[in-house]
């Protein structure tokens, strides 16, 4: 189960990829070092990003707090957005309608 979402998941989905790849050390979410997330192509890290941004979909449908390397993404259904924020400072958020 994911989100409730009125957007087409394909750009939510793109937009929320993008979103993550803001988290300078998001790769901790796969158990990655900083040396392992170094040694992989644009290509393979857009890949990755993406995989991280499709588990925190689905997983913020049951769990609305994910704690993501030093960032935490948060589901806030009322606003109908995912936030992404590191500390106080919100990074970024990703419109679901």
Known sequence: MGVKHGRDYEYI???FTEAVGRISDCYDFFEMDSLEWEGLSGEEKHEVLEALAEDLFFGLGSEPVIAVGSAV???DP????????????????VKLI
């Open 13 to 15: 989905l793109a937009d």
């Open 73 to 75: 993404v948060i589901y």
């Open 78 to 93: 009322e606003a109908h957005r995912i936030n992404v924020l590191i500390g106080d400072e919100e990074l970024t958020s």
